[in-house]
């Protein structure tokens, strides 16, 4: 899944920026060797959970909830909404699925149970073949019945990546008549293709049946996604005018919006809680407003004045905010697990020896560049040396170190080393950073110098904050290494490893191209479901050996603050926010 939380706040571009030098001791270090393990994201299941989802203890119903963010809300049509913001909203508050994600107090952490279908669907034996059945009485907003087939129209506008480029491409992978061993599309989708069909959904009554080219155990986490909710074809013809107010079937509904900028929800009048196993509807209204100054926001929520006392964030507090909240409103903040790792990827194509990305990863500061960034050591951000997070199924196990610097430690003379044996001192680094966010232009200092010490010539290039996204997935853009995260979609291998190391995937950001590699998950994603995941772990630790595409640089965690009059909310640790199902207002 695609990043687009601020792991602290606006200082999420100094992350994208991401740099500082040497080591720190500032005594900012929280808990530095604090167990960020992504447990509770989707592991548990439980399919017979039936609605209306139990009231909440003490819960009461009005109110309008205010919603701060520093960073902006991009397409949210279902079926490009492909950011953990957008999405967390969507499949939460507005756009409901076959199965869905709840927050269980018994286990603190999610679990997957069923939404529009009566329960977690039924696999073939060798999961190339799912049927869901529609559960009766579920009404879009307008009072039309959600059909079957509108299931069918949802499916083959989440092929469309000419129409849809930033949207997530499991139906492409999976899906019969996606792309082919090559690569390539089959069907390209609803509105490119509109004479055509991926033949892969099939109605009978209320049985929905998804067909699949491959295996596909894991085709009960992606029902979760907005671009598989319900999509009526009559009214979705003009795909840019239904992302500007998607069709609800959840507790909440479109009232105004304006993209990036601000969302405003009401209630459902549509909504029936007896159809939903999960969703509560106690605020009247969330007024939600994106591309806040962070600092600010913090302080709005810490101070607890009026209407901060029904706001809240979902951005990480920045550190100084944090160790302020922590001192005043302890019980106001919300910690735990964030689904979300972070990269360096040096751009294979430009950076072609394995041993100066090698030297990279030594010049990294990595505890000091999380502190530029305004992270929270310990807790909003911790070491990791692997890809695949921990608690996620396909994780090897004893954990490697490619590196051998534990995900933390910085040694410019031995980056410096390195480059000297690869012939490369002295090889010019150019990246981006936000000239209008100053935490960004402060990481950028800080990174030059590290650069700098090590050997490395640096050469900053400067953009925009609203530029940003845009200029780091364009493959031409004249830099030499793009940093950000990826952000788990479900608890197995097949949502990191495709996505991040697959020819021309879209968060391949190293441009990591090797056919061997292609068809070795190709050759993985059509083993049984207990083989592919041992052959996959093997996979990743021997790209990480052989080719060092990418230097992870630490894991997520959540610090979210709430004013005092705020209940319910907790951390779905899917998308690492808030619980926006469970939360209420004391009136």
């Not at 500061?365 to 929270?376: K, S, T, V």
């Not at 697959?502 to 292609?518: E, G, I, L, M, R």
């Amino acid at each position: 899944m695609k990043w687009k939380k601020p792991m602290a706040a606006i200082g999420a571009l100094a992350l994208l920026a991401a740099g500082a030098c040497g080591g720190s001791d500032d005594g900012s270090d929280t808990d530095s060797e604090r167990d960020l393990d992504i447990e509770g994201a989707g592991l548990a299941q439980d399919p017979n959970v039936e609605p209306p989802a139990a009231e909440i203890e003490g819960a009461q119903s009005g109110g309008t909830v205010t919603v701060l963010s520093a960073l902006g809300l991009n397409t949210m049509h279902p079926s490009e909404a492909y950011y953990t913001n957008t999405g967390s909203i969507l499949t939460n508050l507005v756009t409901r699925t076959l199965t869905q994600y709840r927050y269980n107090p018994e286990i603190e952490g999610m679990e997957l149970v069923p939404d529009l279908a009566t329960d977690l669907g039924r696999p073939n034996e060798d999961f190339t073949e799912w049927t869901f059945t529609l559960r009766d009485g579920v009404r879009y907003e307008d009072g039309t019945e959600v059909q079957p087939e509108d299931f069918v129209t949802a499916t083959e506008m989440s092929f469309d990546r000419t129409q849809f480029p930033d949207g997530a491409e499991y139906s492409n992978e999976y899906f019969l008549n996606g792309y082919d061993e090559k690569g390539n599309p089959l069907y390209e989708g609803r509105y490119t293709d509109p004479n055509g069909s991926c033949e892969c959904v099939e109605v009978n009554g209320n049985d929905i049946t998804f067909k699949m080219a491959r295996p596909f155990p894991s085709m009960n986490y992606w029902a979760t996604f907005p671009a598989m909710s319900p999509i009526p074809a009559d009214k979705s013809q003009d795909p840019d005018q239904y992302a500007l107010h998607p069709l609800s079937t959840g507790p909440y509904m479109f009232d105004e919006y304006e993209p990036e900028t601000s969302l405003t929800l009401v209630k459902n009048p549509e909504w029936d809680p007896n159809t939903d196993p999960a969703r509560h509807q106690y605020v009247d209204q969330w007024n939600m407003e994106f591309l806040e100054d962070s600092s600010a926001l913090d302080q709005v929520i810490i101070e607890d004045q009026g209407d901060a006392q029904t706001t809240l964030t979902y951005d990480n507090l920045l550190l100084p905010d944090y160790q302020k909240a922590k001192q005043e409103a302890p019980d106001r903040i919300v910690e735990g697990q964030d689904p979300c790792q972070f990269y360096v990827y040096p751009d294979t194509r430009k950076i072609t020896d394995p041993k100066v990305r090698e030297a990279m990863a030594w010049a990294y500061p990595y505890e000091d560049a999380w502190l530029a960034g305004g992270e929270i050591v310990g807790v909003t951000r911790s070491p990791e040396t692997q890809i695949i997070p921990r608690g996620v199924d396909g994780r090897v196990e004893p954990p490697y170190d490619v590196y051998g610097n534990g995900g933390r430690e910085t040694d410019p003379e031995r980056a410096r080393q390195l480059l000297e044996e690869a012939g490369k001192v002295g090889m010019p680094l150019r990246f981006l950073y936000a000239s209008d966010d100053p935490p960004s232009v402060d990481v950028k200092d800080v990174l030059v110098r590290a650069w700098r010490e090590a050997g490395f010539d640096p050469k900053p290039v400067a953009t925009t904050v609203a530029e940003f996204s845009t200029l780091r997935a364009d493959p031409n853009t004249p830099i030499d290494y793009r940093t950000g995260g990826w952000c788990l979609d479900w608890p197995a291998w097949d949502s990191w490893l495709p996505p991040l190391f697959q020819t021309d995937q879209y968060a391949n950001y190293s441009f990591f191209s090797n056919k061997q590699v292609d068809q070795r998950i190709r050759e993985i994603q059509n083993l049984p479901p207990e083989e592919a995941t041992e052959a996959a772990s093997e996979l990743e630790q021997d790209i990480m050996e052989q080719y060092k595409p990418v230097i992870p640089v630490g894991k997520g965690g959540v610090a979210m603050m709430h004013g005092s009059r705020i209940n319910g909310m907790e951390v779905d640790s899917v998308y690492g926010l808030p619980t926006w199902r469970d939360i209420w207002i004391s009136q």
